[in-house]
């Protein structure tokens, strides 16, 4: 990839966050978020990355989650800690 392209890549990327983030609340990833991404990992055999992004969406009550990887129908994505 030329330096060219590069820019053109990193003007468009930041484009699209731009967008995100101006339709987004942004939160910080705490001690606690990594805690609970441990227990997670640990109990429901996520990798550490999806475990994080769990335990940040737990954390902040989000009533979706879009995950770039976990593949859509393959896994049910349940919040172990809502009451029935």
């Given at each position: 990839m030329t330096d060219a392209n590069m820019?053109?890549?990193d003007i468009n990327i930041w484009v699209m966050?731009?967008?995100i983030i101006s339709i987004s609340t942004?939160?910080?990833i705490t001690l606690n978020t990594y805690?609970?991404?441990k227990d997670i990992r640990k109990n429901y055999k996520f990798s550490f990355w999806d475990?994080?992004?769990i335990a940040s969406a737990?954390?902040?009550n989000c009533n979706f989650l879009f995950p770039e990887?976990?593949?859509h129908?393959?896994?049910k994505i349940i919040n172990p800690f809502k009451e029935a």
């Amino acid at each position: 990839m030329t330096d060219a392209n590069m820019v053109f890549v990193d003007i468009n990327i930041w484009v699209m966050m731009k967008g995100i983030i101006s339709i987004s609340t942004v939160k910080e990833i705490t001690l606690n978020t990594y805690l609970k991404a441990k227990d997670i990992r640990k109990n429901y055999k996520f990798s550490f990355w999806d475990s994080l992004i769990i335990a940040s969406a737990l954390e902040n009550n989000c009533n979706f989650l879009f995950p770039e990887d976990m593949h859509h129908n393959l896994k049910k994505i349940i919040n172990p800690f809502k009451e029935a």
